[in-house]
């Protein structure tokens, strides 16, 4: 079994949102194939994947640095003992040769593309969705039920835009979903508190279908001010509440907020991880871990986030990634994680699920197509098909 | 005043050296050149520099991210209000537009290469080595003393190298150095003593003058082994024992080792550093901070750095860039640190000093070069060329 190709292709996320501290208008996103000689219904099977949404593409460094790597392992090196998968930790072995320790930022995202497009892979080559392929090797059972899941949006819209807050999250309630993620910190309390409400409205008023989200924007006094003000609505949870390195405020927020606190998406390590665990106050069966695999050297790095938080007391149902995409919905349902998000409306063509997932009841399930099953969300096809042939037909 | 031009060229650094944990055969360092319409004698002004050593160039992530959002901004937004210089911190936001917080990474170095060439642009503008453009930005009074300076090197070599650690240690001594820094951690620990032994004895026994560097690599339990057999030798410093982001075995080593530990050269952030101020135990009036400019977004984010470290009660004396090479040089100078490396014999072209930089009783001086003088250092001359010219000869 060998490689025979390897293939990076920067795609600009479409839309034009903002939420409290970034613009998405100039965001871009990995999409990789690993192209090999296996064939299965007389086609090669070629692994895809994409460095999550949110932060940006890395096709400088892949191609400066992981790729060719890659290309010079010998071919046997990159395979398990039996030859017939690949081995997905010798291939971050050879990705991180000479990766000095720290600085977990952009190659992160470089490494979890490729990694995870080796899972994808090795899922084709099974013949099975990647969910099923994860829970094996991570010696876990899934009962088939779904997962949780939450529709992410409520973000702020330019001045002049048609739509309203409200009019986004009656959309994905139209499309079944039943609790909502929307941005807060844009904009001034009051007004903030105003969204809210609107948003609350949609939820039917249960604030536990609604969370909000900071982006990492608030001081200590600002993140105060707006626990104070949301603690009485119950919510969900309260989102990154200042800078996702601020380890000292989290805890500071986790011993007055009184509701549950998520934070870790922008942790791209598990020694930052460790940090949060150590340092950031967080607590078990309350609050919430949004760590992304494909933000983050890949889901062997994200299982040994997992470890370290079991380790720790903290139940794997408290992990909930961020993301809103496929492969991280084959990842929680294989994991038998907390839940998901969805990007029903945003970040196309990355966000939310293919057509055939079923939703239901606030719980989401991926299909039987194999791999993270990338091919079969319309709004792939042709970044894909560009990706494979160069057509941008 | 207008940037013509943004170059920057990828070089590989020479020499087959290693480390304790990466070999730094394939490692390569961004040189960047800004362009600009003013002449001085005649010829035009541009500013020089790069992204330190150690870590990688970052020529697709300047120009996939940053070069476009400089060359999209309107000029004068990037001069000071006088229109005569780059204002540094308006183009650090520029740079950093709808960057997401945490993930401080390579991008830190791809803008830290950039942000350091607009300070020698603006110290050529001026006339005057960077040492004074910086010392009067931040309003520091150098004595013009020179700044302690240790020799750093004592790496690994392959097996059948000619040369020893001792050999290697006295040529830096013939060149004038008294002090010196070693690695430790790529051998056992019996090995690894016996080398510093070695190294001692051309230190003449003075363990002030020989500091042991990690490279983060221990953990706990050898990290105590190591410290053990070390005290008694009352070393220079104990550098990098552990993973750089683990603060907690920094903090507990630094309950029981009783001389100075260093670290921080892997921290590239002041969120980062933050964290090590606040759960590294690093005590003040001791240890030793060792982050670079050059890897961490620059000089603006540095000097965040060297606040917080003042804030919690440290002295700017306890700062000793990582590096080892002219910027690094004329940064100590010009805010009064507690001193700086040098590498005169390893990472060329960009390791240690000018041959008119004068080195004298364990301290070194900067020349009157304009700017960092990187135009003075021999073996930065043909990268330069090739750099502003394309030409290889």
Redesign the interface.
């Known amino acids: 079994m060998r490689i025979t190709d390897i293939r990076e292709l920067?795609v600009p996320l479409q839309g034009n949102i903002a939420n409290a501290?970034?613009?998405?208008?100039?965001?871009?996103v990995s999409l990789v194939a690993v192209c090999t000689d296996q064939l299965r219904d007389g086609r090669p099977v070629t692994g895809l994947a994409f460095n999550s949404i949110?932060?940006?593409?890395?096709?400088?460094?892949l191609?400066?640095?992981f790729l060719p790597r890659l290309h010079a392992a010998p071919p046997d090196s990159l395979l398990d003992a039996g030859g017939t998968r690949f081995d997905t930790a010798a291939i971050t072995r050879v990705l991180m040769r000479?990766?000095?320790?720290?600085?977990?930022?952009?190659?992160?995202a470089a490494v979890a593309a490729l990694e995870l497009a080796f899972w994808d892979l090795n899922a084709k080559l099974a013949g099975e969705p990647a969910w099923q392929t994860i829970a094996r090797h991570f010696g876990h059972t899934p009962q088939g039920q779904g997962v949780p899941v939450y529709a992410a949006g409520g973000y702020y819209y330019p001045p002049g835009h048609a739509g309203s807050l409200a009019d986004e999250l009656r959309a994905y309630q139209d499309q079944g979903y039943t609790a909502f993620k929307m941005k807060i910190g844009g904009a001034p309390l009051a007004q903030d508190m105003a969204r809210v409400e609107s948003a609350l409205g949609v939820a039917g008023g249960d604030g536990s279908r609604l969370a909000v989200d900071a982006?990492?924007r608030f001081d200590l006094p600002t993140a105060l001010d707006y626990a104070r003000a949301l603690a009485p609505l119950r919510l969900r949870w309260f989102e990154e509440i200042g800078?996702?390195?601020?380890?000292?405020l989290n805890a500071q927020m986790a011993a007055v907020y009184p509701g549950a606190i998520a934070t870790g998406e922008?942790?791209?390590?598990a020694?930052?991880v460790?940090?949060l665990l150590?340092?950031g106050g967080m607590r078990p069966g309350r609050d919430v871990f949004q760590m992304d695999p494909g933000?983050s050297y890949g889901l062997g790095e994200y299982a040994r986030m997992l470890s370290a938080m079991e380790a720790a007391g903290f139940a794997r149902q408290q992990a909930q990634p961020h993301g809103g995409h496929l492969i991280n919905l084959h990842i929680v349902t294989g994991l038998g994680l907390g839940g998901c998000e969805a990007y029903p409306g945003v970040f196309q063509p990355f966000g939310g699920y293919a057509p055939g997932c079923r939703l239901q009841a606030g719980r989401v399930w991926p299909t039987d197509a194999p791999g993270f099953g990338l091919e079969e969300k319309p709004e792939l096809a042709q970044p894909i098909r560009q990706l494979l042939t160069g057509s941008t037909a």
Chains 1, 2 share one sequence.
């Open positions: 920067s501290l970034v613009s998405f208008a100039e965001h871009t949110g932060r940006f593409a890395q096709g400088g460094l191609r400066e640095r000479n990766e000095k320790p720290g600085g977990h930022g952009d190659r992160a982006n990492g800078d996702p390195l601020d380890y000292a922008n942790l791209f390590s020694r930052d460790d940090n150590r340092h933000l």
